[in-house]
Protein backbone atom coordinates (compact mmCIF):
# COMPACT_ATOMS: atom_id res chain seq x y z
CA UNK A 1 0.00 0.00 0.00
CA UNK A 2 1.19 3.26 -1.04
CA UNK A 3 0.21 6.78 0.44
CA UNK A 4 1.44 9.84 0.68
CA UNK A 5 2.73 11.83 3.71
CA UNK A 6 0.08 15.08 2.72
CA UNK A 7 -2.90 11.82 2.15
CA UNK A 8 -2.06 10.54 5.59
CA UNK A 9 -2.00 13.38 7.82
CA UNK A 10 -6.00 14.74 5.60
CA UNK A 11 -7.29 10.94 7.10
CA UNK A 12 -5.95 11.91 9.81
CA UNK A 13 -7.68 15.36 10.75
CA UNK A 14 -10.86 13.50 9.54
CA UNK A 15 -10.36 10.88 11.72
CA UNK A 16 -10.23 13.48 14.37
CA UNK A 17 -13.14 15.48 12.82
CA UNK A 18 -11.35 18.49 11.85
CA UNK A 19 -11.90 18.24 8.42
CA UNK A 20 -14.70 17.36 6.70
CA UNK A 21 -15.16 14.98 4.12
CA UNK A 22 -13.95 16.95 1.12
CA UNK A 23 -12.34 19.58 2.82
CA UNK A 24 -8.14 19.55 3.18
CA UNK A 25 -5.66 20.78 5.34
CA UNK A 26 -3.89 24.34 4.93
CA UNK A 27 -0.73 24.52 3.65
CA UNK A 28 0.71 25.61 7.02
CA UNK A 29 -1.79 22.68 9.13
CA UNK A 30 -0.21 20.45 6.98
CA UNK A 31 3.28 21.37 7.91
CA UNK A 32 2.63 21.18 11.07
CA UNK A 33 1.57 17.99 11.47
CA UNK A 34 4.36 16.73 9.33
CA UNK A 35 5.98 17.23 12.17
CA UNK A 36 3.82 15.08 14.53
CA UNK A 37 4.12 12.37 11.89
CA UNK A 38 7.91 12.46 12.01
CA UNK A 39 7.40 12.31 16.24
CA UNK A 40 5.16 9.49 15.97
CA UNK A 41 7.49 7.31 13.67
CA UNK A 42 10.18 8.19 15.74
CA UNK A 43 8.40 6.82 18.63
CA UNK A 44 7.50 3.58 17.05
CA UNK A 45 10.83 3.20 15.58
CA UNK A 46 11.89 2.62 19.61
CA UNK A 47 9.28 -0.21 19.66
CA UNK A 48 10.39 -1.84 16.32
CA UNK A 49 8.08 -0.50 14.25
CA UNK A 50 8.84 1.07 10.93
CA UNK A 51 7.79 3.05 7.87
CA UNK A 52 8.91 2.91 4.11
CA UNK A 53 9.31 5.45 1.42
CA UNK A 54 9.30 4.62 -1.99
CA UNK A 55 11.74 6.66 -4.01
CA UNK A 56 13.21 6.76 -7.19
CA UNK A 57 17.40 7.20 -7.88
CA UNK A 58 19.47 6.79 -10.41
CA UNK A 59 23.22 5.86 -11.16
CA UNK A 60 25.69 5.75 -14.13
CA UNK A 61 26.58 1.99 -15.26
CA UNK A 62 30.34 1.27 -16.33
CA UNK A 63 31.31 -0.05 -19.64
CA UNK A 64 31.94 -4.30 -19.28
CA UNK A 65 30.98 -3.48 -14.97
CA UNK A 66 28.56 -6.00 -14.04
CA UNK A 67 27.80 -5.21 -10.17
CA UNK A 68 27.77 -2.27 -8.29
CA UNK A 69 27.71 -2.00 -4.52
CA UNK A 70 25.02 1.03 -3.25
CA UNK A 71 24.94 2.55 0.11
CA UNK A 72 27.11 4.77 2.20
CA UNK A 73 30.57 4.83 0.83
CA UNK A 74 29.82 2.37 -1.95
CA UNK A 75 30.07 2.54 -5.91
CA UNK A 76 26.00 3.97 -5.46
CA UNK A 77 26.78 6.55 -2.87
CA UNK A 78 23.29 6.96 -1.79
CA UNK A 79 20.86 5.60 0.90
CA UNK A 80 20.79 1.36 0.56
CA UNK A 81 17.60 0.66 -0.61
CA UNK A 82 15.51 -2.36 1.39
CA UNK A 83 14.16 -3.07 -1.75
CA UNK A 84 14.22 -2.62 -5.57
CA UNK A 85 10.80 -3.01 -6.95
CA UNK A 86 11.24 -1.66 -10.69
CA UNK A 87 14.44 -0.26 -13.21
CA UNK A 88 14.98 1.16 -16.29
CA UNK A 89 17.83 2.09 -18.69
CA UNK A 90 18.04 5.31 -19.87
CA UNK A 91 20.43 5.85 -23.09
CA UNK A 92 22.26 9.01 -24.67
CA UNK A 93 18.90 10.30 -26.58
CA UNK A 94 16.66 9.86 -23.49
CA UNK A 95 15.04 6.54 -24.83
CA UNK A 96 14.10 4.45 -21.84
CA UNK A 97 14.30 0.63 -21.79
CA UNK A 98 12.43 -1.63 -19.08
CA UNK A 99 14.40 -4.03 -17.05
CA UNK A 100 13.44 -6.88 -15.41
CA UNK A 101 14.01 -6.93 -11.52
CA UNK A 102 14.76 -10.45 -10.00
CA UNK A 103 14.80 -12.66 -7.21
CA UNK A 104 17.82 -14.59 -6.39
CA UNK A 105 16.56 -17.85 -7.67
CA UNK A 106 16.20 -16.19 -11.42
CA UNK A 107 19.14 -14.47 -11.58
CA UNK A 108 21.13 -17.80 -10.47
CA UNK A 109 19.69 -19.51 -13.45
CA UNK A 110 21.05 -17.24 -16.18
CA UNK A 111 23.66 -19.95 -17.40
CA UNK A 112 26.39 -17.17 -18.71
CA UNK A 113 26.84 -14.20 -17.09
CA UNK A 114 29.38 -12.86 -19.04
CA UNK A 115 27.22 -11.84 -21.65
CA UNK A 116 27.91 -8.01 -22.91
CA UNK A 117 24.94 -5.37 -24.61
CA UNK A 118 24.87 -1.97 -25.08
CA UNK A 119 20.92 -2.16 -23.24
CA UNK A 120 20.95 -4.71 -20.49
CA UNK A 121 17.65 -5.61 -19.73
CA UNK A 122 17.74 -7.60 -16.31
CA UNK A 123 18.74 -6.46 -12.34
CA UNK A 124 18.94 -8.51 -9.32
CA UNK A 125 19.27 -6.88 -6.35
CA UNK A 126 21.37 -8.60 -3.37
CA UNK A 127 20.13 -6.73 0.43
CA UNK A 128 23.80 -6.79 2.06
CA UNK A 129 24.69 -4.73 4.74
CA UNK A 130 26.41 -2.45 5.76
CA UNK A 131 25.78 -2.15 1.59
CA UNK A 132 23.98 -3.62 -0.85
CA UNK A 133 24.93 -5.04 -4.34
CA UNK A 134 23.07 -4.28 -7.72
CA UNK A 135 24.28 -6.97 -10.59
CA UNK A 136 23.10 -5.91 -14.15
CA UNK A 137 22.76 -8.87 -16.84
CA UNK A 138 23.86 -8.23 -19.63
CA UNK A 139 27.45 -6.62 -18.65
CA UNK A 140 26.75 -3.31 -20.26
CA UNK A 141 29.57 -1.90 -23.36
CA UNK A 142 27.81 1.94 -22.94
CA UNK A 143 28.08 3.67 -19.67
CA UNK A 144 24.18 4.42 -19.95
CA UNK A 145 22.09 5.21 -16.90
CA UNK A 146 20.16 2.80 -14.77
CA UNK A 147 16.83 4.59 -13.42
CA UNK A 148 15.39 2.67 -10.21
CA UNK A 149 12.22 2.78 -8.01
CA UNK A 150 12.72 1.17 -4.02
CA UNK A 151 11.98 1.32 -1.02
CA UNK A 152 13.65 2.57 2.07
CA UNK A 153 13.39 2.85 5.86
CA UNK A 154 11.67 6.58 6.79
CA UNK A 155 11.82 8.16 9.99
CA UNK A 156 11.80 11.65 9.21
CA UNK A 157 10.01 13.34 6.04
CA UNK A 158 10.70 16.71 4.86
CA UNK A 159 8.09 16.78 2.08
CA UNK A 160 4.23 16.29 1.90
CA UNK A 161 4.23 14.42 -1.20
CA UNK A 162 6.51 11.74 -0.13
CA UNK A 163 5.01 8.65 -0.74
CA UNK A 164 4.86 6.18 2.03
CA UNK A 165 4.89 2.77 1.02
CA UNK A 166 3.77 0.27 4.09
CA UNK A 167 2.37 -3.61 4.48
CA UNK A 168 -0.87 -4.12 4.15
CA UNK A 169 -3.28 -3.12 7.02
CA UNK A 170 -0.61 -0.10 8.16
CA UNK A 171 -2.30 2.86 6.53
CA UNK A 172 -5.38 2.65 9.29
CA UNK A 173 -2.70 2.08 11.88
CA UNK A 174 -0.76 5.16 10.63
CA UNK A 175 -3.81 7.58 9.96
CA UNK A 176 -5.88 6.68 13.33
CA UNK A 177 -2.51 7.07 15.37
CA UNK A 178 -1.51 9.96 14.14
CA UNK A 179 -5.21 11.61 14.71
CA UNK A 180 -4.29 10.93 18.20
CA UNK A 181 -0.55 12.26 17.90
CA UNK A 182 -2.34 15.69 16.26
CA UNK A 183 -4.48 16.29 19.16
CA UNK A 184 -1.96 16.14 21.79
CA UNK A 185 -0.39 18.34 19.25
CA UNK A 186 -3.24 21.35 20.25
CA UNK A 187 -5.14 19.78 16.99
CA UNK A 188 -9.04 20.08 17.60
CA UNK A 189 -11.06 16.88 18.11
CA UNK A 190 -14.47 17.38 17.30
CA UNK A 191 -15.84 13.94 18.09
CA UNK A 192 -17.86 13.50 20.95
CA UNK A 193 -16.85 11.04 23.87
CA UNK A 194 -17.92 7.86 22.50
CA UNK A 195 -17.04 8.17 19.07
CA UNK A 196 -13.51 9.56 20.81
CA UNK A 197 -12.82 6.25 23.02
CA UNK A 198 -13.76 4.28 19.87
CA UNK A 199 -11.00 6.19 17.59
CA UNK A 200 -8.76 5.40 21.02
CA UNK A 201 -9.41 1.91 20.73
CA UNK A 202 -9.50 1.40 16.89
CA UNK A 203 -5.90 3.40 16.89
CA UNK A 204 -4.92 0.61 19.69
CA UNK A 205 -6.19 -2.52 17.55
CA UNK A 206 -5.07 -1.49 14.27
CA UNK A 207 -1.51 -0.42 15.18
CA UNK A 208 -1.54 -3.90 17.53
CA UNK A 209 -1.95 -6.14 13.83
Excluded at 19 to 37: F, H, K, N, W
Excluded at 173 to 201: F, I, R, S, W
Aim: charged letters at 15%.
Amino acid sequence: MTTSVNDAITNAMKALGTLGRTEVPSAQEAIDAMACYNALLESWSTEGLASYVMLQFSFALIANQQSYTIGSGGNVNTTRPTDIVSAYVRDSNNMDYPMRVVPFDIWDRIGDKTITSQIPDTLFYSTGYPLGTIYIFPIPLVAYSVFYDSTTLQVDFTNLTTALSMPPGYELAYHLNLALQLMTAGYPCLLDDKALAMLVENARQAKGN
